[in-house]
C-alpha cells in the first residue's frame, strides 16, 4: 500500500512537471486563449524560474545562442587584466546583467542602508545631443555612477528620502503612499546646478522578443497625440536615433522607449551600467573625465557574445496567467476596462510575419500595452525629456507576468522608481492622461478594487 500510494504521488508530480513547461498549444486546444500570454511561447511555471524559459521551435543552433547569451547575461565582469570578462569600471553600476535583472524580472529601489544595485539614476542638463537626445552632464556623462574600480573615483553617491502623501477612497478607507525624493551627494566634482535626475528600477527582461517583433505600424497607428477620438488618452510614439544604421527609428524599450531594438538596449547597458565596450558603443563611459584610462584597446565585449546577449532576450518566453477563468478575475477585467485601464495597457497585440524568425512570427499575444509614451502627471514626472519623451511622459509598461513578481523577485515594487510598494499603490499614483481612471478606481466599492487588484494578479 505505501509503495502504490509513492507511485501516485511520483506518477502525479512527473505529470506537473511535464506539464509546467510543455507548450502551450499542446497543452490546451484553444490557441488564441487569453491565458497563453505569450502565444506559443508561453511556459506554465509559477516557480523562481517563471520568467526563464527558451522560446518553443528554435533551430538547435539558436539554442546554443540563447545559451551562450545566457550564460554572458549572468557573467560577473572584474577589473582588467583578468584572464575572463575583464573591462569593468572604471566608474559602473553594476557587474552582470543579472546583478540588476534578477531572474530576467524587475529590480528594486535601496531599502534603508543598501547601496545601489537594480536602481540607476540617468542625468542630463538642458538641451540635446547631437543625434536628439539627452544633453550628457560635463564630468558625469549621461548616467550617475555610484561605483568605481579601486583606485578611481565614483562619480558620488544618491540619496533617498520618502515623504508620505496620504489619501482615502470614497468609501472613506484610507491609504498612504510615499513620495520620493532625490539627492546627489559626495559628488567627485561640481555638479551643474540645472541638472536632470531620472531614476530608473531594472525592468523585466522576458518577452520582450515579442514586443520587438510588433510591427512599427501597428504601434503608430495606435497614437492619438493631440486625442482626436476625444477619450483623454494621447499616446504617442517615440523617435530615436540607432547608432548602427546611422538614422531614426521607433523606440521601444526602456522607460521612455528610449531604444530602437534589443540590440542596441543591450549595448547601452553594458557600456553605462558596467563600462564594457562594444562595436555599439566603443568609446568608455568615462570617456572625457578624470577616470578614463585613455587607452585605445579592444572592445571589452565581443560583437558574437553581444549579439548571444540580445537573442537571449530575444528568445525568453512568457509566464502564462492564472486563475484566468475565476469569477473574481473576470469581474476584475471587466473593472479594468469600464475604467479604462486597457486604453493604454491594451491586452491584445499580434507579431508580425517574419519568415526569418518564425518562432516569433504572428502570435497572438497578451502583453496588455500600447508601446507607446503617455503624458502620467506631475506625481511621477521626471522633468527629464529624451527624444520626443517629455519629463511627464513615460512608455506604458507590459502588465504580463506582473502577478508572479513577489514570487520570483521577491518584491511588490512597482513603477519606474519602484516608489509604489505593490499594485494598490502603482494604481493610485497614475496621474495625467490616466487621472480619470484614477478617480473612478478610488469610487470603487472595497469588493470591486479587490476584484481589479486580483485580476491583475492573474496576469
Known sequence: MIKQKLFAILFIGSLLFFYACRKADEVYIEKDAEWLSGGKQTFFDVTNSGFDHIFNGLTEREEE???????????????????????????????????CHVNDGRGKPPVAG?????????ISIPGANPHGGPNPVPGFGGQFHPRAIAGKLAEGDIDIQYMAVFGQYA???????????????????????????????????????????????????RADENDKDGDGISGKYNVVYDVLTN??????????????????????????????????????SSFGQPQYDGLNDEYEVSDSILHAVAFYMQTLGVPARRNAYDAEVLNGKKIFNAIQCAACHV???????????????????????????????????????????????????????????????????????????????AILWHGGEAENSNIKFRNLSLSERKALLKFLESL
Open 171 to 221: 468609501d472613506g478607507s484610507k491609504y498612504a503612499l510615499r513620495q520620493p525624493f532625490y539627492t546627489i551627494k559626495n559628488n567627485y566634482t561640481t555638479l551643474p546646478s540645472n541638472v536632470m535626475l531620472s531614476p530608473r528600477i531594472a525592468p523585466q527582461v522576458f518577452g520582450l522578443g515579442l514586443l520587438e517583433a510588433i510591427s512599427d505600424a501597428d504601434i503608430m497607428n
Open 347 to 425: 491586452p491584445e497585440q499580434r507579431t508580425k510575419v517574419d519568415v526569418t524568425f518564425p518562432s516569433r512570427s504572428n502570435q497572438k499575444i497578451f502583453p496588455y500595452t500600447d508601446l507607446l509614451l503617455h503624458n502620467m502627471g506631475s506625481g511621477l514626472a521626471d522633468n527629464r525629456p529624451e527624444f520626443l519623451a517629455d519629463g511627464y511622459e513615460w512608455r506604458t509598461p507590459a502588465l504580463w507576468g506582473i502577478g508572479l513578481t513577489k514570487k520570483i523577485n521577491g518584491h511588490e515594487y512597482f513603477l519606474h522608481d519602484g516608489r509604489a510598494r505593490n499594485l494598490e499603490e
Open 65 to 99: 545562442n540563447h545559451e551562450i547569451g545566457d550564460a554572458a547575461f549572468d557573467a560577473v565582469f572584474v577589473t582588467a587584466p583578468a584572464p575572463l570578462n575583464a573591462g569593468l569600471g572604471p566608474i559602473y553600476n553594476n557587474v552582470s546583467c543579472s546583478g
Open 247 to 284: 538614422s531614426y527609428r521607433l523606440g521601444r524599450f526602456g522607460w521612455k522607449a528610449g531604444q530602437p531594438s534589443l540590440l542596441q538596449q543591450s549595448a547601452g547597458a553594458y557600456n553605462e551600467d558596467m563600462g564594457i565596450t562594444s562595436f555599439v558603443f566603443p568609446l568608455e
Open 114 to 122: 543598501e547601496k545601489l544595485s537594480s536602481m540607476l539614476f540617468r
